[in-house]
């Protein structure tokens, strides 16, 4: 059974920073794409950023570019969302997600494996 569990989610005042984690078992997460998504209430999951697993080529959404940075560890089946200066619009439950294919994505529905989430509220 693969699963993704995410942590680091929590309060922060806009221009804070925060460090999410996740950490994948049942699967070795070496070779496959992995990405980020948030979901904020009323709204469509959105992608946030994504890491190949060959090459760990990186794709940011426009409205985190520059401000967050996707990384991973294939010796500890871990990635990591480090995000900086933080905006009230950055609040949602962020998700971390997995594919079968070395390549990234964009869309939601091209990831296979999904981890809980975990909330992520940004003050004003």
């Known amino acids: 059974q693969v699963l993704l569990a995410e942590s680091g989610g929590g309060l922060v005042q806009a221009g804070g920073s925060l460090r999410l984690s996740c950490v994948a078992s049942?699967?070795?997460?070496?070779?496959?794409?992995m990405g980020w998504f948030r979901q904020a209430p009323g709204k469509e999951r959105e992608f946030v950023a994504a890491i190949s697993g060959k090459y760990n080529i990186t794709f940011y959404a426009d409205s985190v570019k520059g401000r967050f940075t996707i990384s991973r560890d294939n010796a500890k089946n871990t990635m990591a969302l480090q995000m900086d200066n933080l905006k009230p619009e950055d609040t949602a439950l962020y998700f971390c997600?997995?594919?079968?294919?070395?390549?990234?994505?964009?869309?939601?529905?091209?990831?296979?494996?999904w981890g809980q989430g975990t909330q992520v509220t940004v003050s004003s």
């Open positions: 049942g699967h070795t997460f070496r070779n496959v794409g």
């Open positions: 997600a997995g594919r079968t294919e070395w390549t990234f994505h964009r869309n939601p529905g091209e990831y296979h494996y």
